[in-house]
C-alpha cells in the first residue's frame, strides 16, 4: 500500500477535495498522522475557546454600550436616523451622484425649454386664428345671437316665450343673416 492511501485510510471521510489534507500526511507514518491529527484537534479546540471567550466579552461591551446610550438618551431611531443620514451625505457627495445630477438638471432645463417653445407656438397659431376672417365671422355671429337673444328676452319677460325659444330663434336668423363689424379696440357693451 502506497503513503497516500495509508494517509487516505486514516483520514475517514477524507476525499478528492481534501488532497491538501492528504498531501500533508503524504509520506508519514500511520502514528505520525495520528499525532499530527490530535495536534490540529488541540489547535481547534483552543481557537474554539478563544472564540467563545472573545462571544462573552463582545456580547459584555455590546451590554455596556446600549447601557451608556440609554443613559445618554440615544435611541435605536436615533442612531437609525443618523446612520441614514450619513449614508445619504456620503451618496450626495460621491461623484456618481454628483454626475447623475447634473444630467437630469440639464435634461430639466432642455425639456422646459422644448415645452416653453411649444406652448409659445400653440399661443402664436391661437393669436393668428383670433385674427383670421373666419374666426372674426363666428365671433359675429356668436355676438350678434348673443344680442338678438338678450333683447327678445328682456323685451319679451312678460311672454309665454322661454329662453332656449329665443335662443332657437336667434341662431335661426343669424345663420343667414349678416351684422355690422365690431372693431377689436373697442369693448362689448
Request: glycine share 8%.
Amino acid at each position: 500500500m502506497s503513503g497516500v492511501q495509508q494517509a487516505e485510510e486514516a483520514m475517514p471521510g477524507a476525499g478528492v477535495g481534501d488532497v491538501h489534507v492528504v498531501d500533508e500526511l503524504a509520506g508519514l507514518t500511520p502514528e505520525q498522522a495520528e499525532q499530527l491529527k490530535a495536534e490540529w484537534s488541540r489547535e481547534l479546540a483552543r481557537v474554539e475557546d478563544e472564540i467563545a471567550t472573545l462571544r462573552t466579552v463582545l456580547q459584555s461591551k455590546i451590554r455596556q454600550s446600549s447601557e451608556l446610550k440609554r443613559k445618554l438618551g440615544i435611541t435605536v431611531w436615533k442612531e437609525i436616523t443618523e446612520d441614514v443620514n450619513q449614508g445619504l451625505k456620503n451618496v450626495k457627495e460621491s461623484q456618481v451622484y454628483q454626475k447623475t445630477e447634473s444630467v437630469i438638471k440639464s435634461t430639466a432645463e432642455k425639456t422646459t425649454s422644448i415645452f416653453g417653445g411649444l406652448t409659445a407656438g400653440v399661443t402664436q397659431k391661437i393669436g393668428q386664428m383670433r385674427n383670421s376672417d373666419s374666426f372674426r365671422s363666428i365671433e359675429e355671429r356668436v355676438g350678434f345671437a348673443y344680442e338678438n337673444v338678450k333683447g327678445k328676452v328682456s323685451s319679451r319677460s312678460n311672454s309665454t316665450q322661454s329662453f332656449d325659444e329665443a335662443l332657437r330663434d336667434a341662431s335661426r336668423s343669424a345663420s343667414g343673416a349678416t351684422s355690422p363689424t365690431i372693431p377689436e379696440n373697442k369693448p362689448l357693451p
